[in-house]
């Protein structure tokens, strides 16, 4: 498999459940991000990821949270979300944190009841 | 900080017009620049980019200019098919103490009609 996949692809949830969404990259990088994206709005920056550790956290609430195990993996950790935080959720991937080409995988549509 | 302006959609063309896509930007230092396109369902695509002042950008037909003296890097093809129907999203990358963070346009949702 190449480039940037994401599971799965569609999410429905309770607000008391816990979920974990999943990215994995195959082009060999070192940087990851997560991104969200809702209708009418531009894509927010949540967390970035170089070399497995944390440089960026943009204010996100803490029912979020982030795992980066190795360069290849990125996790995103759901609990007791909110409505409003249904959204397409986008992984992305670079050779380095910088100006480098982010690429994207397909998304996680997610939908909190 | 950082900002991207798009041009306003949704736009509405019959196959075979010719295209451009506005965009502007605001950024401190010398950004790289980048338009990415989201089909339907799908996430987002890298088209085209461009690293510096006066590189053209160029894939599928469409074209992007960096133009440093109006911060512009507007997206351009000579004759869509409806197959090029889609959102599209200028994006900049400033790097420095922007770190890692890539800037968004809105989108611009472009239908093309047979």
């Known amino acids: 498999e190449t480039g940037v996949t994401q599971t799965p692809r569609h999410l429905v949830m309770g607000m008391t459940n816990k979920k974990s969404l999943k990215c994995e990259q195959h082009l060999g990088h070192n940087a990851m991000y997560w991104y969200k994206q809702s209708a009418k709005k531009p894509l927010e920056l949540m967390f970035v990821?170089?070399?497995?550790?944390?440089?960026e956290n943009n204010s996100v609430p803490s029912r979020f949270s982030p795992e980066c195990p190795n360069s290849s993996h990125l996790f995103l950790h759901l609990h007791t979300l909110q409505p409003e935080d249904s959204a397409l959720y986008l992984c992305a991937s670079s050779q380095a944190a910088g100006r480098e080409t982010q690429y994207f995988g397909p998304g996680t549509r997610l939908l909190v009841l | 900080g950082d900002s991207v302006t798009q041009m306003e959609g949704p736009v509405t063309l019959s196959e075979e017009a010719f295209l451009t896509i506005n965009c502007t930007y605001t950024?401190?230092?010398?950004?790289?620049l980048f338009w990415y396109v989201q089909y339907p369902g799908e996430g987002l695509q890298l088209l085209l980019k461009a690293t510096k002042a006066d590189d053209k950008g160029s894939n599928k037909g469409f074209e992007a200019t960096y133009r440093k003296e109006t911060t512009s890097f507007h997206l351009e093809k000579g004759s869509v098919q409806v197959s090029d129907s889609a959102v599209y999203f200028c994006?900049?990358?400033?790097?420095?103490?922007?770190?890692?963070?890539?800037?968004f346009g809105e989108g611009t949702q472009l239908t093309v009609n047979p």
């Open positions: 990821y170089n070399f497995k550790e944390q440089t």
């Open positions: 950024a401190t230092g010398y950004p790289s």
């Open positions: 994006a900049l990358s400033a790097g420095g103490t922007s770190g890692s963070r890539l800037t």
